[in-house]
C-alpha cells in the first residue's frame, strides 16, 4: 500500500508524464512541444545578438524536448545561414516546411535565405507563400521582402507593386519607404522620390552614407540646392571616407 501511494503521488507530481515501455519516464507531447517553444525562442533572442553558438545549444535542447517541432528547424536554418553553412542552412528550411507547410514565418525565412544566396525569383514564390495564410501576423514583412529581392533581380515594375502592397499594410515601414524613393529616382520621378524620402527621415532612422547620398542625388535633379547643400555637409562631416563621400566629390 505504501509502494501503492507513493507510485500515485509521484504521478500526481509529475502531471504528464507517463511510463513507455520500461524505458523510463516519457514526456508528454503537450509539454514537451511548450519546452521546445521556450527553448526556440530563446535561440532566436541569442540569433538576433549573432550569439549562434548559444542558439545552436538552445535549438539542441529544443529538439531533444521535441524533435518535430517546426519552428526549431527554421530558427536553426537562419544560424546556419549566418554561418554560412548553406547546405545543413537549406536542409532545415526544407524539414520546417515539411513538418508544417503552413508556416509563414518558415516560408519568409526560407525565401529571406533564398534571396541572399542569389536566388531571388525562387525567393518571391515563398513570400507569396507566406501572404497566403490568412492568419499571418506580419504579411507586410514579406511583400517587403519580395519587393527588396524582386529589385535585387532587376524587377523594377514587381517591385514597386510589391513595396506598395507593404506600405497600405504598414505606411510608416522605414525600408519599404527608402525602396519606394530608390524606385522612383530610378525611373526619373524625382518627386516621388522626395516624397517617399522624406516619409523615410520621418521615422527617425539614423541615415547612412548611401541615404545621404541618394537624399544629395535627388535634390540636385529636384533643383534644390540649400537641401542639396546641406545632405552634402552631413555626409562629408560624418563619413570622410565612405565612398559615398568620394562619389559626391565626383560629382556623380
Not at 497600405?168 to 516621388?192: N, R, T, V
Not at 537641401?227 to 565626383?250: C, G, H, I, N, W
Amino acid at each position: 500500500m505504501r509502494l501503492l501511494s507513493y507510485c500515485l503521488l509521484t504521478l500526481l507530481l509529475i502531471g504528464c508524464a507517463s511510463r513507455d515501455g520500461g524505458n523510463g519516464v516519457q514526456q508528454d507531447p503537450s509539454r514537451a512541444q511548450e519546452s521546445a517553444k521556450i527553448h526556440t525562442e530563446l535561440a532566436g533572442m541569442y540569433y538576433e545578438r549573432a550569439k549562434y553558438g548559444f542558439a545552436l545549444e538552445e535549438l539542441a535542447i529544443a529538439l531533444k524536448k521535441d524533435s518535430d517541432y517546426a519552428p526549431a528547424y527554421s530558427v536553426r536554418g537562419l544560424v546556419n545561414m549566418a554561418l554560412l553553412e548553406d547546405e545543413q542552412a537549406e536542409r532545415d528550411f526544407k524539414h520546417s516546411l515539411d513538418l508544417d507547410e503552413n508556416s509563414s514565418a518558415a516560408h519568409n525565412n526560407y525565401g529571406w535565405f533564398l534571396c541572399q544566396r542569389g536566388r531571388e525569383m525562387e525567393s518571391v514564390k515563398q513570400f507569396m507563400a507566406a501572404v497566403k495564410n490568412p492568419l499571418y501576423a506580419t504579411p507586410e514583412k514579406a511583400f517587403l521582402n519580395a519587393g527588396l529581392c524582386s529589385k535585387k533581380a532587376g524587377k523594377m515594375s514587381e517591385a514597386e507593386g510589391y513595396l506598395k502592397r507593404a506600405l497600405i499594410m504598414q505606411p510608416k515601414m522605414p525600408e519599404a519607404l527608402l525602396g519606394m524613393a530608390e524606385l522612383s529616382f530610378a525611373k526619373a520621378d524625382y518627386a516621388g522620390a522626395k516624397s517617399y524620402f522624406l516619409r523615410f527621415t520621418q521615422g527617425g532612422a539614423e541615415l547612412t552614407a548611401a541615404n545621404l547620398l541618394l537624399a544629395i542625388r535627388i535634390e540636385r535633379k529636384m533643383g534644390d540646392r540649400n537641401s542639396e547643400a546641406s545632405y552634402k555637409v552631413q555626409l562629408r562631416k560624418r563619413f570622410p571616407d565612405s565612398r559615398e563621400t568620394q562619389l559626391m566629390l565626383s560629382g556623380e
